[in-house]
């Protein structure tokens, strides 16, 4: 499958001008704990503040010039609303935002800021998709799923490539799972540019589909949610599960204070602001150090987007 | 005036192998809400999280062999407790710390963590001076001030030293003002790395001892000090004043909201944990925006030790 290989390049290259090149930080304390080599990519000083950027980028770069001029639309409450409003923005084309009317009031401004268009609705999915779809109908934009879109997954997946292109000899990548759209894109890179190397998720276990997911071969879904890291309560998608299954070779379940812990660490000891969500990651190396221990491993710090409103310390 | 030109580059060479070369930083937006061109110079990064590791080294470092085999002493219940302690650790130096009981147990536990030997007493002034001159004799210790030390003031100096180097066209070079030793290195620095930059010191108005002292012509005292930058309640001394008076074009004194509103811009967009002293400067800045305007100027971010559960916001 030499195409993933090229396509993952091509769109690198593509999405390059559009985007931060992203540091790697290291930090001699948290290896000494983590008794490992940790590489983190540092996806909070991203455009936006997180690597969904990239997946919107080029989501719409990959439309033709007559669907850009009808613009984009996605319903999200998220990152992706704001990366995609951002990402519409630079390349000049609309983007028509749904978002819960019960949404909070800073994400919509923060929405607004980079130019996106909202449009309120109650806060159920049906609600929302009919919504989007009506948005469609009128407008002619295209609609952009955060997480569950080709475009979306390979964008995000730069990131873990520009990792392994800084250090090729990782031995093991480990990313957040929400949607699946990094870590998919994630296992792609770690696949086709890596050395042997392996891609493990971190998942809270508070909202743990993804894990279920792989046990039961079929997408799970998750009734409740009650986790501080809010961008990973979706789940996955079609479009992403087959590649999650192919390609990661284990998720970590993490409890909420392995999250805040985790984010703690991060936090006094790299001087780094990452919101709950990146810190899983870390979190799930720290949990299970045996199967870390003295290897080489990228930790994708997905973003730096929290409300400092709510901090959990 | 050769010598101090040489002598900070002479002690850059001596302390760089122990101290970290922090990156500059610089944010799009930020720039926006200056209209200026803003360097921050990232001492957070710095080992320990200051600038003060700078200092600590160099004075250890300037001691003899015999000297430094007694150890050296301070009172401080600040960062500076904190960098004499690791830089004397990492010099196989022992180290002295006198902290008053009242000090918070966390602060305590960051000097033992740093292997900083620690004796308490009331928190007076001169309990404390009684305290460290007992254990000079005791020990034969040499007594480090955190701020009012030619070998120190020269060690911080190296922090914009650093940031001429990679941007030697900086207009303006912008320190907050506690102690002293940071911006009377940092005027050195200006004088004889710029080109014809200027140093201008932030201050909070709360504390704005300097700020009087440079129109008053004497060090003067702060009777009250309610400001959230704790690391600035401290006054000048009589080593760094006469730089500071000679070189420092200006200070300029900001509210405890604007304090607050440059800590959060940075938080928030920056994505970096700052203090809230490293802010004032940056608050300086955009509360005088007309004396910046369109300028390259260098930011001093002092630290990063921020005790979470008593943010501002």
Same mark, same amino acid.
């Given at each position: ?144 799923? %955060? ?20 250090? %090729? ?72 599960? %087959? ?71």
């Amino acid at each position: 499958m030499e195409t993933a290989r090229q396509e993952l390049q091509k769109v690198a290259k593509r999405i390059q001008p559009h985007i931060h090149r992203t540091p790697v930080l290291t930090s001699r304390l948290i290896n000494e704990i983590a008794g490992a080599e940790l590489f983190f990519k540092c996806e909070n000083f991203q455009r936006m503040g997180a690597f969904k950027m990239r997946g919107a980028t080029n989501a719409i770069l990959n439309l033709s010039a007559d669907k850009q001029k009808k613009g984009v639309v996605t319903h999200s409450s998220g990152n992706f609303a704001q990366a995609l409003s951002l990402a519409a923005k630079s390349l000049n084309v609309p983007a028509y935002i749904v978002m819960p009317d019960s949404a909070p009031e800073v994400k919509k401004a923060a929405v607004r800021t980079y130019g996106g268009q909202i449009t309120e609705c109650p806060s159920t999915l049906k609600d929302r998709e009919e919504t989007a779809n009506r948005i469609q109908e009128e407008t002619g934009a295209t609609f952009i799923h %955060p997480s569950n879109d080709l475009d979306v997954i390979l964008g995000q997946g730069t990131a873990a490539l520009e990792l392994l292109e800084d250090h %090729p000899d990782l031995e093991i990548l480990v990313s957040p799972v929400g949607g699946g759209g990094l870590i998919a894109g994630a296992a792609l890179a770690a696949k086709y540019f890596g050395k042997d190397c392996k891609c493990i998720g971190g998942e809270p276990a508070e909202a743990d589909d993804a894990w279920r997911s792989l046990k039961s071969g079929k997408i799970e879904t998750n009734e409740t949610a009650n986790t501080i890291a809010d961008g990973l309560k979706t789940q996955l998608g079609d479009q992403n599960f %087959p590649i999650i299954l192919e390609h990661v070779e284990e998720i970590i379940r993490v409890s909420e204070d392995d999250i805040k812990e985790a984010l703690r660490l991060i936090w006094e000891r790299m001087k780094i602001i990452v919101e709950p969500s990146s810190a899983v990651a870390l979190a799930a190396v720290l949990k299970e150090k045996e199967r870390f221990r003295n290897k080489k491993v990228g930790i994708l710090i997905s973003g730096g987007n929290v409300d400092f409103s709510r901090l959990p310390f």
